[in-house]
């Protein structure tokens, strides 16, 4: 199975079970223009096989390491991994650490290439990308613990297939997705509130949150699909802005990010509730899990099921 090429924050492969069924039965064209690991893209390329996909992300880093691999290019990228990681595994534990912190240096001068950064992504403290201050990548190196490989061959080329006619864009959402009939829209932005601050580096204020469901209802409106996950911070922030998008509700655990320090080393799992804003009903018969294979397609009449753990407000 072809999983995320690396951890994000706010990756949303554990909300798939929730999301899947209520993706539409038939995706003609994907947009997802806050792509990170691009969980729910992998899903429903799987699953839906959309004629058009066009996928976005801000972060420079990020969308060089998809365009690597969906180029021609993406043998000399895996060579290139190749001769990283085979050096780190000849190093002993601390020698390790200096060769992750020498790379960084490199990625953050502007003198690597996209492999170093894939690399240090593979190899960094939690796997998860995080910006100071000042925005350059700085994660600390991780438990440096790997063994017989630091990333998988099989899923790069995996991804390199995957990506083949997709549109891969970098920059401003809003640029990158618009309100179309049938198309699926699948809008997944930096988390609201102070626990968010995972260090994607971009502001992504209020104003920038209403701005987006203003084009999810825009989008609904003209007959797509849409799907915009957030975090619920207890404010009521999305009820007066969702009109007649659905606002469905989540309780769940992460343990990625920021978490809280119970001892050192040891992390307790956050709890918080995703929310999400969407016109799509529930598409499956009761009771089918439909994740990875066929979700069976439920009438009209029958659509609006809530599943479990889901509370459904209009
Ligand atoms: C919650 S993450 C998306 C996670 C993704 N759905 C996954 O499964 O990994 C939000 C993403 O939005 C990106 N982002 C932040 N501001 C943005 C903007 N103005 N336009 C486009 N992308 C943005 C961040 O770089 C980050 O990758």
Redesign the pocket.
């Known amino acids: 199975m072809t999983t995320?090429l690396f951890k994000?924050?706010?990756?949303?492969?554990k909300m798939l079970g929730h999301y899947a069924p209520l993706v539409p039965p038939e995706v003609t064209t994907y947009y997802?223009?806050?792509?990170?690991?691009?969980?729910?893209f992998l899903w429903v390329m799987k699953n839906r096989r959309p004629r058009r996909v066009v996928l976005?992300?801000?972060?420079e880093d990020?969308m060089s390491v998809y365009r690597e691999i969906a180029s021609p290019r993406c043998a000399d990228f895996v060579r290139e991994m190749d001769r990283l990681s085979e050096r780190y595994l000849r190093l002993t534990y601390g020698a390790r650490k200096d060769y992750y912190l020498a790379l960084r240096e490199e990625h953050t001068s502007g003198r690597g290439s996209t492999a170093t950064f894939y690399f240090l992504l593979k190899t960094c403290f939690n796997g998860v990308y995080q910006l100071s201050k000042d925005g350059r990548f700085n994660t600390a190196p991780g438990r440096i613990n790997h063994t017989s490989s630091v990333y998988s061959r099989h899923d790069v080329f995996a991804w390199h297939k995957l990506l083949k006619d997709v549109e891969l864009r970098c920059?401003?959402?809003?640029a990158?997705v618009r309100p179309e009939k049938d198309a699926f829209h699948?809008l997944?932005?930096?988390?609201r509130g102070g626990f968010a601050d995972?260090g994607?580096g971009?502001d992504?204020g209020d104003d920038?949150q209403a701005k987006l469901v203003a084009f999810a209802r825009e989008a609904a409106a003209a007959g797509g699909y849409v799907m915009l996950?957030n975090r619920d911070v207890g404010d009521g922030f999305f009820e007066p802005l969702k009109g007649d998008l659905d606002l469905l509700t989540y309780d769940v655990k992460y343990l990625a990010g920021r978490r809280k320090v119970v001892r050192k080393g040891v992390f307790e799992a956050k709890r918080a509730r995703e929310v999400l804003l969407t016109n799509c009903r529930s598409w499956r018969a009761g009771g089918q899990d439909g994740f990875g294979a066929g979700i069976p397609y439920v009438a009209p009449a029958q659509r609006g099921k809530i599943t479990a753990g889901e509370t459904r407000r209009r």
């Open positions: 995320p994000w924050a706010g990756g949303k492969t997802e223009p806050f792509l990170g690991a691009g969980a729910m976005n992300d801000v972060n990020l920059g401003d959402w809003s990158a699948f997944d932005p930096p988390y995972f994607y971009r992504f920038q996950c």
